[in-house]
């Protein structure tokens, strides 16, 4: 392949006069009511598209987790019996507080995250529509019917919830995360302690601060803190009955370790490194376009991106040029700039410098950066959208997740070829083919060893269709009703009438 550069110029765009967003209250919300915390230390939470501080929330202690831990099981048996029309009229009703507080909560989103105004939007509108869709999830939930399967018994079969479940939220899609593991399990009848990440924590606060008087005392409860605090005691907690996290294989495998002791159900939603499978065949300008959007939405830092581009070798040159124009032409700005910004900051100054090391290690590699590939000048955490090309199979970036605005580009021959190098990865979340080939577009994504697996097109999620992944992604399905049976467990009784 051709090594294709181009010198696009890329700037950030500023946002003038952004109002201050809204912030939640401080202390830890338990029981109902925000609460001062059990320790005296704090942390700061930054907007990285500018640097400044927003405000400091609770370093959360084992003893708010307990604290939290203690009212979730004071109020399970009260929500576990509530009927599923009750469940599913709350969960409405906390749609409809999130729509009417949109704005605020799209804002406040942003200024945590960095994220432009078009991620902001649908990361609010798709929180709504998970609460709405698990309202009707929760009144058709339904289990197999009674029958005689042994002579003069008569089996039915219940469908419980599990109890207590503890959630971790990743820093990506803080809010939208959030009500993907709130929504099913409280409509599955279970009460929850929920751990947002330490860096982005404000609008899940916010959302506890609006729904409060909607809510059971209780039946909600959030505690902000360090994952080796907080994090750790959720996992480990006696009376926690299932945990759940949104984050990278580290922090899963902590998860599960910590869960082991008591022997409790972990449901686990992991990183990802999608393989974009594009043939000889596909269509290569809307192939170029579905990876400028599915490759850098929230700026890379996306589990299910489109990273890694595997291209036949005799379209490989034409796709690269056109995906190189598509990524010269993409704006970068701060919360604010316009609602044509695709891409903002990268989370924190942190995760910044693992991405520039990452991009570092390219260099050393000798491969080509086709375009971007460099930090932005100014206040905040940015960095230029970016095209690796002439990538030879097993190099490092072909397996490593960057999390950031960074597309790989590599060739094979055959179409065996192309299944076995998707699948040589200990990710197994989501792909995508490209494809104008009926058979092809049949038979390869049953190869592909993925949860999710889309044909010309990438990143395209529905809330009644499931979300997880194989192998090192984890296990357990976010979305759909697959949601609330993780989030249940079912009961056999058999009634002996002969």
Known sequence: ??????????????????????????????????????????????????????????????????????????????????????????????????????????????????????????????????????????????????????????????????????????????????????????????????KPSEQTPLTTLKLAELIASEVPAGVLNIVTGPGRIVGNRISEHPDVDLVAITGSVGSGQKVAAGAAGTVKRVHLELGGKAPVVIFDDADLAAAAKGVREAGYWNGGQECGAACRVLVHESVAEKFTELLVREVSEISVGAPGAGDDVEIGSMISGAHYERVLAALEDVRKDGLTIAVGGHALAGPGYFIEPTVVTNVPAGAPITSTEIFGPVVSVETFSTDEEAVTRANETVYGLAASVWTTNSARSLSVPRKLDFGTVWVNSHLVIANEMPWGGFKGSGYGRDLSVYALEDFSRTKHVMYNHG
């Open 1 to 194: 392949m051709t090594a294709t550069t181009a010198a696009a110029t890329f700037t950030v765009r500023r946002g003038q006069g952004t109002p201050a967003p809204a912030l939640p209250p401080f202390g830890q919300f338990i029981n109902g009511a925000f609460v001062p915390p059990c320790s005296a230390e704090t942390a700061d939470v930054e907007n990285p598209a500018t640097g400044e501080i927003l405000m400091q929330v609770p370093s959360g202690s084992v003893e708010d987790v307990d604290a939290a831990v203690a009212a979730a099981v004071a109020a399970k048996a009260d929500w576990a019996a509530r009927t599923p029309k009750d469940r599913s009229s709350l969960l409405l009703r906390i749609a409809d507080i999130m729509e009417a507080n949109r704005a605020l909560l799209e804002a406040l989103e942003a200024a945590n995250t960095g994220k432009p105004a078009a991620v902001a939007e649908d990361d609010i509108s798709s929180a709504i529509d998970t609460f709405r869709f698990s309202a009707g999830a929760a009144r058709t939930f339904s289990t197999p019917g009674a029958g005689d399967y042994a002579e003069n018994h008569t089996s039915v079969i219940l469908r419980e919830p599990v109890g207590v479940v503890g959630v971790i939220t990743p820093w990506n899609y803080p809010l939208l995360m959030a009500a993907w593991k709130i929504a099913p399990i409280l409509a599955a009848g279970n009460t929850m302690v929920l």
